[in-house]
Every structure is written in C-alpha cells, then in structure tokens.
C-alpha cells in the first residue's frame, strides 16, 4: 500500500472533493433490491424498497456516496475525465479513509449505502484488491450492513472479484461503449473480451450461489443485488438499433440487472470525438431509457421497436407510441376482451393499469372514466382502444392524423429544449462538513 502514501499531503476532505466530482459520469447505480434486517450488533440495513429516496435534476441517485478509489489511471481513453494524459487534480484514498467516510456520513443520515468505483493504478489486480480491502474492512472491522456497490475491475484476478462479490451487494462492469469498434477506436487499451470475462464470471457464480443456498441456507450470499452495465451514448455513431440490441444480448445472456445509458458529455478535446453543438444527447437517453423498459417489463423485442430501415428512434413521440402507430392494424383493442399481454402494448396503458383491467372486468363492465382512474392515460390511448366496442370519440385510424394529435396534446414535449448538462455533487449545497470529527 505503499503507493497511497503518496497522496499524504491532501487532507481527507481534499481527496473527497476532487473524487466525488471525478464519479459523477458513472450512472451505473440504482435502488439496492436486498433485503436485510439490522441484526443489533452491526450497524446499516437494506431494504428491497430501495435506497433511492431522492434524486437530482437530471435523475441520477444521491443517496450513495459515490466515490472513486482513485482518479490515477494507467489508460488513456480519449472520453473519461480521469485519462491518464489529462492535467487535472489527482487524489487517492486509503482503505480506512472511504471506511471513515461512509460511516461518518451514514450516522449523519446523509447517505445511506457506498457506491464505489476507481481508475486504474499500476494494474487492474492492484486496484481490484484496494477494493476488496476496503469493503472488508467496511464489513468486517466497522461492521456496516447498509448497501455497496463496488466495481469489478476488467482484467482483474477472478479471486479477488470473487471474493468482493460476496461482500458486495451489487456489482458492476461498464461495457463503456456499444460495440467493440467503438471500444477500439476511443478507448484503444480496453478489449470487449476482457470486460465481458467479470460479467460473465459474476452471472455463473450467482448461478451456482443460488443453488447452494437451497441446499446450504447459511450460505453466504454472491453479489443479491444482481449486476449492471454501463453505456456511452453518442460518442461512437451506433444507431438507436444497434444499442438497444446490445442491451437485449446483455439482458439475455448474462442476466444483467440493468442496463444504463449515459449520455456522452465533452470533457476533453479529441480529435476521435465528436462535436456536440446541442450538448449531450439527453432526449435520446431518455428514449433509450424508455425502449429498455419495453424490453424489460411489456414483452418487447429490439427488433419489434426498430428496424433496418428505421434504426433509430423518434425523439418527438415515446418508443412505444412510435411503435404503435407503425402497427395500426393491430389497433384498436378491445379492453374488456384483450388479454393482459395485448394490453400492455397498447400507448398509455401501463403494467399497473393493465392488471388492474384485467382484475376489474370479472366483476363489471369498463367504462373511459373508470378506465381513468384506473391509471390510462387516455389522451395516448384513445387512438387505440375501443371500451365495449365504441371508441371515445371518433378518430381517423391514420398515420398522419394520430401524429398530429399526439404532438398537439404535448407541445411542451414537441418543443422540449436540451437542458444544460448537470450531475449531481456531494458539493452543489453547503454541508456541515466541519464538525465530522477526524476527517483530516
């Protein structure tokens, strides 16, 4: 650990600032989706609710604290802040430093789980091992039972991932970029197969994980929170298609939790990078966002959403009533006949909603007002659905015409300007950092 010394001369709160500000590109963080009681003797718990109770402007979770091992880094990717080639503060925590900050600020009710990530100094075993040291300390020697988060280095000993995974809760490894061309040409020291080898390794021992516990009830538990992913948006020129089928693949074939999509911010000028006059691309994340829950919770396929010819999505109209008007011929439904699954592709009709059609109509007829405070939102369904047979009013079953209305009846959305990019800073507000004792 003798490389950490190095970093003496900044005080604790120095190092914090400089590596929260650093994190703040990682979205990959969510609500923990564990559950564990607080046994009386450690300190922390996690429900399945979620840790998330708030969020900042732009979404992203601010009930972790989300830091970085380190900003040094041993790669030069031309998109991260951290690069090894760019002049910027540079900070390093100990172990036993992150263990002191956690609790400081989980008894404070500031926080209440540690997101954890790092760069990557000297090689990824190093850094990975700095990570396992410092959660089991956490876990170990200050007792905490709240939420972690830790990433899996790529390249790292499997060992050491192993071992992590059984003190984390969740884990993750950023894909960084949608294909492996992109990879290469921005991020040129990283390789597909050495990020996909933690992320495969973590989805087989979940596996076997799951199986020992019910045979062995006491045993401990790899990584319950499952693992997630990472992607940049719009530093590479994938297609809406090409993304959303990546995040299919991943989703199918290595049971990944969540995928999340980050829209590219310029940090650095490159000459690789593209020029982004509008600034980051956040509309297209939200729609990205908004075709991944189709994928994950209404049944959709990638392929369904988007095609050769249309590969990428409107920005103007939600996936799924894009989606809808390109299918017309399935239009209307019939609500008080359709089944659950034909409800759920129908614009303005949710999981909730859709459950609660199909449980109200064994008891009585459906109604447009009933169906209203049932959860529809009617102004997207009324193109779609009939209720006993009669639609709301009449509308012209066209193309043209139900674009029309839809953009009409949501003018702030159509008009919707890209606000200015801002992430999330334990420093945006002032906090009584001075009375944390020991902090230096």
Not at 97 to 116: A, Q, V
Not at 268 to 283: I, K, Q, R, S, Y
Not at 324 to 336: D, K, M, N, R
Not at 425 to 438: E, G, I, R, V
Request: hydrophobic fraction near 35%.
């Amino acid at each position: 650990m003798e490389y950490l010394i190095q970093n003496g001369e900044l005080s604790i709160m120095q190092k914090l600032e400089i590596l929260t500000d650093a994190a703040k590109y990682d979205v990959a963080c969510t609500s923990s989706g564990v559950e564990r009681k607080g046994d009386g003797k450690h300190m922390g718990n996690c429900t399945k609710a979620g840790i998330c109770h708030s969020f900042s402007s732009d979404g992203r979770c601010i009930s972790l604290l989300k830091i970085l091992m380190t900003n040094e880094c041993i790669f030069d990717c031309k998109y991260c802040l951290n690069r090894k080639s760019n002049d910027v503060p540079r900070a390093t925590f100990t172990p036993e430093e992150i263990c002191t900050l956690t609790m400081e600020f989980y008894r404070r009710n500031y926080i209440e789980g540690l997101f954890l990530s790092s760069g990557i100094i000297q090689d990824p075993t190093f850094t990975m091992e700095l990570l396992y040291r410092t959660i089991w300390l956490l876990r170990n020697q200050y007792h905490f039972s709240g939420y972690v988060h830790v990433k899996a280095i790529p390249g790292a000993s499997p060992v050491l991932i192993e071992k992590t995974g059984y003190l984390a809760d969740r884990m993750s490894v950023n894909l960084e970029l949608p294909t492996a061309e992109g990879l290469k040409k921005l991020a040129p020291h990283k390789s597909r197969r050495t990020i996909l080898a933690p992320m495969r390794q973590i989805q087989t021992m979940r596996q076997e994980n799951q199986y020992d516990l019910t045979v062995y009830r006491r045993s401990s538990r790899f990584v319950p929170a499952g693992q997630s992913t990472q992607m940049i948006i719009g530093a590479t020129p994938e297609n809406d298609l090409q993304i959303i089928s990546v995040a299919e693949s991943l989703y199918q074939k290595f049971q990944i939790k969540r995928v999340f999509y980050s829209a590219f911010v310029q940090v650095n000028e490159d000459a690789a990078l593209p020029t982004l006059p509008g600034g980051p691309p956040l509309l297209r994340e939200h729609r990205l966002y908004q075709a991944d829950w189709l994928m994950r919770f209404y049944g959709f396929e990638a392929g369904e959403l988007l095609s050769e010819k249309r590969p990428n999505f409107n920005v103007f109209l939600d996936p799924k009533c894009d989606w809808a008007i390109g299918h017309l011929e399935q239009f209307p439904v019939e609500v008080t006949t359709a089944d659950y699954h034909t409800l759920l592709r129908v614009p303005g009709i949710g999981v909730k909603s859709a459950k609660r059609i199909v449980q109200a109509r064994r008891y009585g007829s459906l109604s447009f007002e009933g169906l209203k405070k049932m959860g529809v939102v009617l102004k997207r369904a009324i193109y779609f659905i009939t209720c006993s047979g009669r639609m709301y009013y009449p509308v012209r079953l066209e193309e043209d015409a139900i674009v029309r209305n839809l953009l009409a009846g949501e003018k702030q959305d159509a008009r919707m300007e890209v606000p200015k990019y801002h992430q999330m800073s334990l420093f945006d507000d002032t906090m009584p950092f001075a009375d944390l004792p020991n902090m230096r």
